[in-house]
Each structure stands twice: as structure tokens, then as C-alpha cells.
């Protein structure tokens, strides 16, 4: 895990700007993009540009870029004036994960439930 872009990857063909996709902020380290399937209001995806699996992977390989994964998904919802909203990472296809290079969703403006099922 050291972060290299994965040829097969299509959020390191999103970060390299190969694909293209609603990008709502940018960082040296980080891209926060629209999903393509909200689940709500506000829903953006805040990768870290280079490739880890999942959350965890992203955390013990590389914790100050899983830091700057969380203040950009904070920065998002400040943009996006939410007062309540939730920061997700499925990890594992049991918990939901679909594509294999971490990402927070940052899900707000309507009313959540918890749990959430
Ligand atoms: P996961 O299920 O892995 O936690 O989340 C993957 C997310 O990526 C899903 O919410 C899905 O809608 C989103 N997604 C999948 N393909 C694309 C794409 O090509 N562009 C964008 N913007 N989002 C995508
Ligand atoms: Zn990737």
C-alpha cells in the first residue's frame, strides 16, 4: 500500500482528471466530487488523490492524507451550509464498499435515520 495509481481504478481516472466528474473541491492531496447516484441532497465523494483500498488501508498506510480526507469532507459540508450531516466510509462489501480506493461520502440536507440499516 504505498499509494501508487491503479490502472483499473476509476477514482484514480477521476483524480488524474480522465474521467470527468463534478468536482466541487480540490486539494494538493484530495479531490471532493459529486456522486453520480445521490442519496440526498448533498452528496459528495472526497477521495484522497492517491490509491488505497478502503478507509483502513488509507489510515495505517498514510493517516495524515486520511486527515485531509476529513477537514475536506468538513470543508464540503461547510460549503454546502449543512448543520447536520454524515460523514461515511463503507469498508468491506458487507458495509456497502463498491469501488476499491477509500472515499468518504459526505450525505446532507434532509433528516437521517440511525442506525442506518
Ligand atoms: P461505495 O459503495 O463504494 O461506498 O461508494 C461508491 C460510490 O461511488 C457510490 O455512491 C456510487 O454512486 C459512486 N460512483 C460510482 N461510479 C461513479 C462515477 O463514475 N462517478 C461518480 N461521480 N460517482 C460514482
Ligand atoms: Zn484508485
Known amino acids: 500500500a ?3 495509481p491503479q490502472d483499473d481504478c476509476l477514482f484514480c481516472k477521476i483524480a488524474a482528471g480522465q474521467i470527468p466528474a463534478t468536482i466541487v473541491r480540490e ?3 484530495t479531490v471532493a466530487f459529486r456522486d453520480i447516484n445521490p442519496q440526498a441532497p448533498t452528496h459528495v465523494l472526497v477521495i484522497p488523490k492517491a490509491h488505497y483500498r478502503d478507509a483502513a488501508e488509507l489510515a495505517t498506510a498514510a493517516p495524515t492524507l486520511a486527515a485531509d480526507v ?3 469532507s468538513q470543508a464540503v459540508a461547510d460549503e454546502d451550509k449543512l448543520e447536520s450531516y454524515r460523514v461515511v466510509f ?3 462489501s ?4 463498491t469501488v476499491w480506493h477509500a472515499h ?3 450525505l446532507g ?3 437521517m435515520q440511525w442506525p442506518p440499516g
Open 109 to 111: 440536507g434532509r433528516g
Open 27 to 29: 486539494t494538493e492531496t
Open 94 to 97: 458487507g458495509a456497502g464498499q
Open 90 to 92: 463503507n469498508t468491506g
Open 2 to 4: 504505498d499509494g501508487a
Open 70 to 72: 476529513l477537514r475536506e
Open 104 to 106: 468518504a461520502h459526505v
